[in-house]
């Protein structure tokens, strides 16, 4: 299988790789790009760790004992790295089941580590497209931006339809089915980010509404 095949071709790639599935081959992926976003991650907190809090100090007289910025910077990249390792291939892992108890619904018959492992063979391909599409979409951006939001826009419809096509393969789906599975999951993601979004105004309004209380008094 060359590298960019699964793109091109993805039900025949994801038909005959159905049957190398395995969990290990299907979470190193995730593993692997979380290390990576986990020490980019880890090195920001560490950064600000250890230049942000002296220039409090040296900018509004904040006082920072040097061990406290050491360690700031140092349990920012602890945070970071473990957080890349561990927090997003758990998130790959809920979304993934989210998606495989829908497909069950809707008569998938495939099992969770087939759609994880077809799901994981789109990650690095994609990943290297997205990139140059990303560069290309930008250049396009400074000289007629409408083409550059259009080749966004057809990288994620694109994109979309290769998961949804990992999805058929791997539960056993028509393509109708397999569309509704992304369709039902895209609206509970939506209502439970707008809860969240709720929550936090929310809590922000009433966190802001006692502290003006507070100073009037």
Known sequence: MGFFDVLIKPEEVFKSEIKNASFGKAILPYV???LVAGILLGGLLFAAGI??????KSSYDFTVPAA???LFGGTGLVFGILFGVIGYPLMVL???????LIAKLFGGKGTFTELLYLSSLLVWPLLA???LVSIAASILMAVFPPLGMLLHLA???YGAYLG???LKVAM???WLHSILVFVVLWVICAIIAGIIALVVVLSMASFFGGLGNMMRV
């Open 129 to 131: 497209i997205g990139i």
């Open 155 to 157: 990288f994620a419809i």
């Open 51 to 56: 230049f942000l809090l002296p220039f409090l």
């Open 172 to 174: 056993g789906l028509e």
């Open 68 to 70: 406290m910025t050491g």
């Open 164 to 166: 949804i096509a990992a």
């Open 94 to 100: 809920i979304g993934t089941g989210f998606l495989f």
């Open 32 to 34: 692997i790009m979380g």
